[in-house]
């Protein structure tokens, strides 16, 4: 299943069970998901550790991102924008698990310009375009606007653009095959 704000909801709907009243859930996991989508689909980038045969080649695979490394960023972040209390504790763990489980609904795409046939680790490397303006905006869409929301969708976007170099993951290389070893590097996107 690719990585869209349709997917996305639902798996932050069911992060926010104890925040007050239906409206603040649906309008926070809308902000959430939107903001995710649009990250990691439109700004994450990937890059790979090639082994295998010489030749060109293709992979996907999916990445991963340990949910225990999210709450701990995603909460710090939190604290640093003095975000404090049960709630926004709570909430940031709903966002670090959200993000975590929302990163594994997509895959990477990748091309190897050196190995044909064999396998590569995946990392996410720092995005070019920050999340913080993109979470500002899905939060402004999504009618969170008030102060604590803004630092929210700070906090978020900081946290998303720190987590990205911790993604990872293994694929599988198919392409032209060769008898001759080769190793490389490969690029590419998530979807």
Known sequence: MPINPGSCFGVYFSQFPLLNGPIGRLALSKAAADATSAFLVGSTEVVTKDVGTFGQGAGSGVLVLPPALSISVISRNFKAANLLGPIPEDTAKGLALGFSICLSLGLAI???????????????ILPKVSAIPICQGAFSAALLNGQEAKKMATALGAAMDELCASMVGQLV??????????GGAGYGKII
């Open 110 to 124: 990748t091309v190897h310009p050196t190995v044909g046939v064999g396998t590569a680790n995946v990392n996410g």
């Open 173 to 182: 290389i198919a392409g032209s095959p060769s008898p001759i070893p080769s």
